[in-house]
T-cell receptor, first 112, second 117 residues
Framework: GDSVTQMEGPVTLSEEACLTI???????????LFWYVQYPGEGLQLLLK?????DKGSNKGFEATYRKETTSFHLEKGSVQVSDSAVYFC???????????FGKGTKLTVNP | EPEVTQTPSHQVTQMGQEVILRCVPI?????FYWYRQILGQKVEFLVS????????KSEIFDDQFSVERPDGSNFTLKIRSTKLEDSAMYFC???????????????FGPGTRLLVL
């Protein structure tokens, strides 16, 4: 079945450092890909998405590009802030199914 | 901004007891979901619900689980006889209708942490 594998955490960075969280997927067909973020005490929030190959999703300085050839959707940010500290989840959905398939989540801590 | 809410935030129960987890989806949304995350594991899909019936469910969602929309605002997940392995964070989500089907963007609540002793 469909699955998502993302980089194990936790990840600890200093403010203004570069961030990459790796995400790869296994799926039949052409899934849509998502990054969700969960801040402490809150629900999962959609951070960005891409629905077809070579699409780039972006939001709040984060970017991810849908790479069909490497089945990847890595999350990147050039300069992280303390407020980016959260758990980040990569996910996919397939046409014809309503469910999201998630990775395990990666906890990011950004220190001042 | 509208949001999905869930109650309680934490619940502790004894094995074999029934629990009901409650969710209030975003008011104009028509699709509702339950997911769970066992500690240290992936967020897993349980069930989706549309038009007062289950539209999709996973293998996890067996006869011990049921969902209901008892009124115009609440969406509940019932576990009839809890087991130790039901201990997890349970997330509710909702989405609206887009071109006759569920929108890909799901809005999640903060979760209910269930501990079965």
């Amino acid at each position: 079945g469909d699955s998502v594998t993302q980089m194990e955490g936790p990840v600890t960075l200093s403010e203004e450092a570069c961030l990459t969280i790796n995400c790869t997927y296994t799926a039949t067909g052409y899934p849509s890909l998502f990054w969700y973020v969960q801040y402490p005490g809150e629900g999962l929030q959609l951070l960005l998405k891409a629905t077809k190959a070579d699409d780039k999703g972006s939001n709040k300085g984060f970017e991810a590009t849908y790479r069909k050839e490497t089945t990847s959707f890595h999350l990147e940010k050039g300069s992280v802030q303390v407020s980016d500290s959260a758990v980040y989840f990569c996910a996919l959905s397939q046409g014809g199914s309503e469910k999201l398939v998630f990775g395990k989540g990666t906890k990011l801590t950004v220190n001042p | 901004e509208p949001e999905v809410t869930q109650t309680p935030s934490h619940q502790v129960t004894q094995m074999g007891q029934e629990v009901i987890l409650r969710c209030v989806p975003i008011s104009n949304h028509l699709y509702f979901y339950w997911y769970r995350q066992i500690l240290g594991q992936k967020v897993e899909f349980l069930v989706s619900f549309y038009n007062n019936e289950i539209s999709e469910k996973s293998e996890i969602f067996d006869d011990q689980f049921s969902v209901e929309r008892p009124d115009g605002s609440n969406f509940t997940l019932k576990i009839r006889s809890t087991k130790l392995e039901d201990s997890a964070m349970y997330f509710c989500a909702s989405s609206d209708l887009r071109r006759g089907r569920a929108s890909e963007t799901q809005y999640f609540g903060p979760g209910t942490r269930l501990l079965v002793l």
